[in-house]
């Protein structure tokens, strides 16, 4: 089957492009028939990657708002290829974006030509969580597709008030449409996130970590989180 999966998040800086960079590995290693495209206008960090050979496809006219020829191209690239597609979208175009697909009923058009179509929501511990959960919201209100949960533990635990994100009232409200959870751990700063912040600031991908001049402390480390998202991503059953 066809598989469509489109990372969305009104907030940036909150893991959205790190997700589609851990997605796409995965479905790769998988060894996947690949289709990858960054659609953000302003800040295109997944279409950097030259080892996912990422489209940047910008679907933002002048005013922020969607341009529908381009994004009707990337929905026919979507339908016409054959394997596992994996589309990253900017922050700045997520409320229009979900506006025109909820009125062009695109992902019904996807799912009627057979395509399994996912979207993955990155919500973020600290002082964003509210806003990403709000996006998550707005997300299921606009659509009624799957969804996997990314639970990025970067800025400090994923919660609201005290309590898990996912004891939440507003998410146990939608938990029936969400199909998995990715927990993307919280981890020291001055060994797993300096060495991330060098891997992913040089734009390679963990494949590419052994062509480097990576310590083996650092490429244990780059290993560690690759095994467990790897394995978070399989639990998903996408």
Known sequence: MKVCNIIVMSKGGVGKSFTAWVLAQWAKDKNHDMYCADTD?????????????????????????????????????????EGFSVIDTGSTTFFPLMSYISEARTLDALKNEGIRVILHIPIVGGSATKETLAAFEKVLESTDVEVVVWLNGKYGAVELNGKPVTETQLYKKYQSRVLGLVNVKTRAEDTFGEDFSILLGNKLTFAEVDKQRFKLSQRQRFAEVRRELYDELDAVGI
């Open 41 to 81: 206008p302003g800040n295109a960090t997944f279409a950097g990657y030259k080892a996912l050979n990422v489209e940047h496809i910008d679907i933002a006219n002048e005013e922020m708002q969607i341009n529908r020829s381009r994004f009707d191209d990337l929905i026919d690239n979507i339908a016409e290829h």
